[in-house]
Nanobody
Framework: QVQLVESGGGLVQAGGSLRLSCAAS????????MAWFRQAPGKERDFVAA????????YYTDSVKGRFTISRDGAKNTVYLQMNSLKPEDTAVYYC????????????????????WGQGTQVTVSS
């Protein structure tokens, strides 16, 4: 099993920054592609960013390109999401996810591409 715990959310003014962390345990962290999703009240859970097993490839939804950066630190079993130039529309609960299927050869952008999820961390951006 893979357990994920997010942290780093909070309240920030528009234009500010936050760094989210996702700590993984239970299995070899570097074996899995990882992603961040977010869900605003009353909305679906949407893809934000993903990173390949090696960390050599990253992917972002268009609305966060140039503002958010996903990275991973295998030694610490942690994935990060650095969020800069935050906007009120970034307000959501942010979830970390792991793709546990060994045979997958692509990094998914859909919630059902991921099998392990954290509990979420709230990010609120005020105007």
């Amino acid at each position: 099993q893979v357990q994920l715990v997010e942290s780093g959310g909070g309240l920030v003014q528009a234009g500010g920054s936050l760094r989210l962390s996702c700590a993984a345990s239970g299995r070899t962290f570097s074996s899995y592609a990882m992603a961040w999703f977010r869900q605003a009240p009353g909305k679906e859970r949407d893809f934000v960013a993903a990173i390949s097993r090696s960390g050599g490839n990253t992917y972002y939804t268009d609305s966060v390109k140039g503002r958010f950066t996903i990275s991973r630190d295998g030694a610490k079993n942690t994935v990060y999401l650095q969020m800069n130039s935050l906007k009120p529309e970034d307000t959501a609960v942010y979830y970390c996810a792991a793709d546990l299927i060994p045979s997958r050869t692509v990094v998914g952008r859909r919630p059902y591409d991921y099998e392990s999820w954290g509990q979420g961390t709230q990010v609120t951006v005020s105007s």
